[in-house]
């Protein structure tokens, strides 16, 4: 009820009118977009640049709701349960002056589906996708799936001409190194195109005249000049001095002091991501400890002694100063599968953690290295330093390693790391996502970010039938055994949910989105 009414207030926010300048928007936020390649990389700040000059079929607003995109219908097809069809926005021009039709979407939807794109998950109970007219898309599935509209909300549509002619038909293999034309260039429907950009530095958008949604969206930022700022002093002076009218992540530490500065505000709400580490408990020998022949983590008395080690109250109280709440499992409350049991913190309780420890034959410990990015996740250094201060408790000497998030993340998908930091939303607020993501046996296609190496064949087949299953009950049930079944294996170790903390000028009128993906079309000047 809660959320119901946040949303709702949310709404009627964002539905006001009365505010009539229209100007330029300085944007800053710890960390930049990884690529421009909309298909390259499943990453929040990356999608929250691309949303910005590209769009998807269907994409959440800034409460939370699925609307319209490049879609304005999708219903099952009344011939085929396995097919979704969309009726697609005519009269759409991308940013060079192409026109938008269905073989755009086509395109676009048979890109993200291929070996290098990070976001083909989405897509995996996909059999085809058909351009049946110039504005009709139709999208069968291996067998019913109800829940597919929810996955396309981050699937961005790009000019199939555009990218042929440009030879960027296949996608950025990012993880390799590559740059491409897409990675650095762009051409979208969305409110607004790429005029300049250096990465890390600077990204200036401007507004685009021929964009189809003038007389639906407020449109009143005109000009956006993003700059990633990672030390978070610097971040907090720019807002201050003015350099700067919004932020994302305002540190805990200077919320006081920038909520009482006449000329800015702070607002607030839970975001919907987990922040969790993983740690390799499926290769028979760790590459970063200092045991011979085993490994420590394979045994389960060793990651639940680590999960009791870890004192989440209090990494809440003085890493985060309040501002998190402290999760037992890597599940957002917005999630469908998600319960108050599932999410209860183990207790914190050394001595047994000790015991635990003793029995797997670890009594006198052992050390590996953690991995953690720098710049991604609210205080996620602080976070890991902590951590480790926590481990040595239980005899695990750490050794940290802390990097900037495009350092960081390829270790993970690439099994470079041992133990990590890593920090999840969900988009289509289904506990399959987590699942395709993060649970199931890594395959090409399917557990990409399953840096932990689990693998439980019954699992994997419990996660592939949430696709097709249509009737809600029993696919809810499976939800909640696949879920026993990571509580039990110990899969990860949750943290917290993260609470976002969004600085800005007095003059800027939003709300905050739980994806923490501002979608500036609907800011608002007063």
């Known amino acids: 009820m809660q959320k119901k009414l946040i949303i709702a207030a949310q709404a009627l926010l964002l539905a006001t009118t009365g505010f009539a300048s229209a100007e330029t928007l300085n944007w800053a936020r710890a960390g930049d977009s990884l690529t421009l390649d909309p298909h390259a990389q499943n990453e929040g700040p990356t999608h929250a640049l691309a949303h910005q000059i590209y769009e998807p079929l269907l994409l959440r607003d800034m409460t939370g709701e699925i609307v319209p995109g490049l879609a304005t219908e999708w219903t099952p097809s009344p011939d085929n349960p396995n097919v979704w069809v969309f009726k697609l926005r005519e009269g759409v021009t991308f940013h060079d002056g192409a026109d938008f039709d269905s073989e755009d979407a086509e395109f676009s939807l048979n890109r993200a589906m291929t070996p290098n794109s990070a976001m083909k998950e989405l897509l995996s109970s996909v059999k085809e996708v058909r351009a049946s007219g110039a504005y009709t898309l139709e999208i069968e599935t291996n067998g019913p799936n109800p829940l597919l509209p929810a996955n396309l909300t981050n699937l961005f549509i790009i000019d199939k ?67 990633p700022i990672k030390n978070p002093a610097t971040r907090v002076a720019a807002l201050l001095s003015g350099e700067v009218d919004f932020t994302q992540d305002v540190p805990v530490q200077d919320l006081a002091r920038v909520d009482s500065d006449p000329n800015l505000k702070v607002i607030k709400a839970p975001q919907n991501r987990v922040i969790f580490f993983g740690i390799n408990q499926g290769d028979a020998d760790l590459t970063t400890d200092n045991i011979e022949g085993a490994n420590p983590f394979a045994d389960a008395r060793v990651r639940k002694a680590m999960n009791m080690a870890l004192n989440r109250e209090a990494i809440q109280k003085i890493v985060m100063r309040g501002q998190s709440i402290p999760a037992g499992a890597v599940m957002p409350p917005f999630v469908n599968g998600w319960t108050e049991a599932l999410d209860t913190i183990p207790e914190n309780n050394i001595d047994t953690a000790k015991s635990l420890m003793e029995e797997a034959g670890y009594g006198d410990g052992f050390s590996v290295r953690l991995n953690c990015p720098n710049d991604r996740y609210i205080n996620d250094e602080a976070i890991c330093q902590a951590t480790v201060g926590m481990m040595a408790q239980i005899g695990i000497e750490v050794q940290l390693e802390s990097l900037p998030k495009a350092q960081h993340f390829p270790h993970i998908p690439d099994l470079e790391t041992d133990f990590y930091m890593l920090g999840w939303g969900v988009p289509t607020y289904d506990s399959e996502y987590i699942f395709n993501f993060l649970v199931h046996s890594k395959q090409e296609e399917i557990g990409t970010w399953n840096g932990t190496r689990y693998s439980n064949p019954e699992i994997d087949e419990k996660i592939v039938s949430l696709a097709s299953e249509t009737d809600l009950e029993i696919r809810n049930a499976t939800i909640a055994e696949i879920w026993a079944q990571v509580q039990e294996d110990v ?25 923490d993906s501002p979608k500036f079309k609907y800011f608002k000047f007063n």
């Open 161 to 227: 001409g555009w990218a042929e002619a440009n030879n960027t038909v296949e996608v950025q293999n990012f993880e390799a190194g590559e740059a491409t034309f897409a990675s650095r260039n762009t051409n979208g429907t969305g409110p607004y195109e790429l005029i300049s950009r250096v990465p890390d530095n600077r990204t200036v958008l401007e507004g685009f005249d021929g964009y189809w949604g003038k007389a639906e969206f407020p449109l009143e930022v005109t000009k956006i000049n993003y700059t």
């Open 491 to 515: 899969v990860y170790l949750p943290v917290h949910h993260q609470v976002l903390n969004w600085g800005m000028a007095n003059k800027v009128e939003t709300v905050v989105d739980p994806e």
